[in-house]
């Protein structure tokens, strides 16, 4: 079915559209600042109720809460994550070189905040692996462990108060970055950790996981070393002191390797099926714990344990705020990279599940997380990839399904906790290995990848590398400036193109691409698909240059033979002014105009500014001295489809002293038409057939 489209109507320059459908005009700026400013300062009933809801989302979400049709999967989805979030919290609290019992609340108190603060109706929260590797590298900084260390001595418990003192410093200092941020209202900067960067670091961050956690499945008693290259410090330290491996730690590890790894494939390809995930890692530590115990692995194999565990609610105390300074830099990684996951995590959920959630909410609510168990001897927290997949899969709706979660965690902490006194160290080493699936299996992105786009693939590419090669920290900043410089390099090299005319429309494109449109005569249309700013002024203008022709002599040559030409025009006045007509003028001077600009020669120069997002004072320098060179080569300048901000810099620089503002149009067929009848027969009344 064939359809066609007329139009007939006015040309439209910006001025005159702008009158005859432009809104009144705005208030000015002091009238809409006292606006801005008085807005949040009025106080009714009305507005605290929705300040208060806004800020304290549960009593948004809670009065509308489905019990019958949700309640059953909250429970299930939370205790199922509940018993996930302790052998979990525990082995990760290794990572961050803290006791076990830590990791235990870690898992509690962030859960139960972002319940009552938290957006993402999805998202479970608690250790994360990246987030403890980096807190991790912080503490064995700032206390290193001491050679030949007895664990049941006064010095052991020092170190471990001290050590807990430096991961709380770190939750507090982070949980007070993101309140101010969100007192900003600086939620979108989490999008400058784009998707390739936030894949490319996790998966790096695996390997560092991994290699970090081989000392404690072979049974080695070794340093822990950070900085740059600790990675293959940590590798070379371990394949040194193979012969000094613990063979009945081995074992431990093959054995539950043996056990995790089927299992959690089994859950991964058949929880469509399974009405909750089989909780091995649960049952692995309660069988292991069970038969150290029986055994005595500790005294007979010289098995590592994770010793007492505390039962009970923690004493609020400071952490150790001395150490800030110390922390400072580091903990702005963490906080980006907590914050990141979370945010990204928080998306993708809602996005499946045709909800939003509110970025600078979400800053408010690990704000407050981190913030608040910092005084309860928590280390950072963030959303966490696993047991976020497991909450959605195993039924959850809301955010009341933290509130199982915590319970669960609770009667461990409460009564369950000291009972896994004999559970082996390399237990929770091999949890953490296995809880890392998810992200070597991002590998599989690659290959789509790079069919879509090759600068994406650059950026995982090089972000990864530079966080398995240098450092987690330095890694993910050599990603994040190497993402923007790849945007700083497309913008400089946008490219300028030629503009066609598809036969009896008025449809405009690259003549590259699109061989059977064809330029109007004499007019050239230009159009640039990125910002004109300081950074690619240079390039833009280069291109133009090449596409006109534009070189100095040229426009010297024309400058001068277009003086020669006004100057004989006033002579011809002159004369008839005097009585005596110059019969020759007319045809000598026609004549040698017509040697200078031919009938295809350019006459005018059209630049489509719809893919020019912005201009600075740079660019629109650069439009002046376009102005400037063409008026000397006697071609004149016209824009259409400029977006308001570059309409108003490109004024306010003084532009309209250099062109006519009668030649800036709505389109780019408008300004054709325009010229094309200008330059057959000039008429006020001008009209358009499209």
Not at 105 to 125: E, I
Not at 393 to 408: D, E, M, N, P
Request: charged share 15%; proline share 5%.
């Amino acid at each position: 079915m064939s359809t066609s489209v007329a139009v007939y109507r006015n040309i439209y320059t910006e001025d005159r559209f702008r009158q005859t459908f432009g809104t009144e005009a705005k208030p000015n700026a002091k009238a809409r600042l006292r606006e801005t400013l008085s807005k949040p300062c009025r106080c009714s009933r009305e507005t605290c109720l929705h300040l208060l809801k806004e800020r304290v989302p549960i009593f948004s979400w809670l009065p509308k809460y489905r019990l019958r049709k949700w309640i059953l999967g909250d429970i299930v989805a939370g205790l199922t994550v509940g018993i996930l979030h302790i052998p979990q919290g525990m082995a990760f609290a290794l990572l961050t070189s803290v006791a076990p019992i830590y990791g235990l609340y870690t898992s509690f108190f962030p859960v139960v905040l972002y319940m009552l603060f938290g957006t993402g109706r999805h998202v479970s929260t608690g250790t994360f692996a990246v987030v403890s590797l980096m807190t991790g590298s912080v503490v064995e900084q700032l206390v290193p462990t001491p050679p030949a260390l007895n664990s049941s001595s006064t010095e052991a418990a020092e170190l471990e108060a001290q050590r807990i003192g430096v991961a709380s410093a770190i939750a507090f200092l982070s949980g007070v970055m993101m309140l101010c941020m969100f007192g900003l209202q600086l939620g979108f900067l989490s999008t400058y950790l784009s998707e390739p960067i936030v894949k490319a670091f996790t998966s790096a961050a695996a390997f560092h996981v991994t290699i970090s956690q081989l000392q404690s499945m072979l049974g080695l008693r070794l340093p822990r070393y950070t900085g740059t290259f600790s990675l293959f410090k940590t590798l070379a330290s371990v394949l040194e002191n193979l012969p000094h491996t613990n063979l009945a730690e081995l074992l431990i590890s093959l054995l539950c390797l043996a056990v995790l790894i089927p299992i959690k494939e089994v859950n991964s390809r058949f929880r469509q099926r399974l009405r909750t995930p089989i909780p091995v890692e649960i049952l692995t530590v309660i069988i292991a714990t069970g038969v150290a115990y029986a055994t005595s692995l500790d005294s007979t194999y010289d098995v590592q344990i994770v010793g007492h565990i505390p039962a009970g609610f923690p004493q609020p105390r400071l952490p150790a705020l001395q150490t800030v300074p110390d922390i400072a830099g580091d903990t702005v990684a963490i906080t980006f990279v907590g914050y990141a996951v979370s945010v990204s995590l928080a998306m993708i959920y809602a996005d499946k599940h045709g909800y939003s959630i509110h970025p600078n909410q979400e800053l408010l609510a690990h704000g407050i997380s981190n913030t608040v168990s910092s005084l309860f001897t928590c280390f950072p927290s963030s959303a966490t990839l696993a047991t976020t997949n497991i909450l959605e899969s195993a039924g959850g709706y809301t955010q009341l399904s933290g509130l199982f979660t915590s319970l669960v965690v609770l009667v461990v902490l409460l009564l369950i906790g000291p009972l896994f006194y004999f559970l082996p160290k390399a237990v929770l080493a091999c949890i953490n290995v296995t809880s890392l699936r998810q992200m070597f299996l991002q590998f599989q992105d690659l290959p789509d990848l790079w069919r879509i786009s090759r600068i994406d693939f650059m950026v995982w590419l090089v972000t990864w590398l530079s966080v398995v090669v240098l450092n987690v920290d330095l890694g993910l900043a050599i990603g994040v400036v190497f993402s923007m410089m790849t945007v700083v390099c497309r913008t400089q090299r946008a490219g300028c193109s030629v503009l066609g005319r598809a036969s009896n429309t008025e449809i405009y494109r690259p003549i590259d691409n699109h061989n059977k449109c064809y330029e109007v005569p004499g007019v050239k249309i230009l159009t640039y698909n990125g910002p004109i700013y300081y950074g690619n002024r240079s390039f833009f203008k280069a291109d133009v240059n090449q596409l006109l022709g534009l070189t100095p002599e040229r426009i010297r040559s024309q400058e001068k033979a277009r003086k020669a030409l006004e100057k004989r025009e006033r002579e011809a006045i002159s004369t008839v002014e005097r009585g005596v007509a110059n019969t020759s003028f007319s045809s000598e001077n026609s004549e040698f105009f017509k040697s200078e600009m031919s009938e295809n020669e350019v006459q005018a120069v059209l630049i489509d500014c719809s893919s020019v997002i912005f201009v600075d004072v740079a660019g629109a320098k650069l439009f002046i001295q376009m102005c400037v060179e063409c008026q000397k080569m006697g071609v004149r300048i016209y824009l259409a489809n400029c977006n308001e901000s570059v309409l108003k810099i490109l004024t306010s620089s003084g532009l309209m002293n250099y062109m006519n503002p009668q030649h800036i149009f709505v389109t780019v067929h408008d300004a054709v038409v325009y010229i094309q009848q200008q330059r057959e027969k000039p008429s006020e009344n001008t009209m358009i057939w499209v």
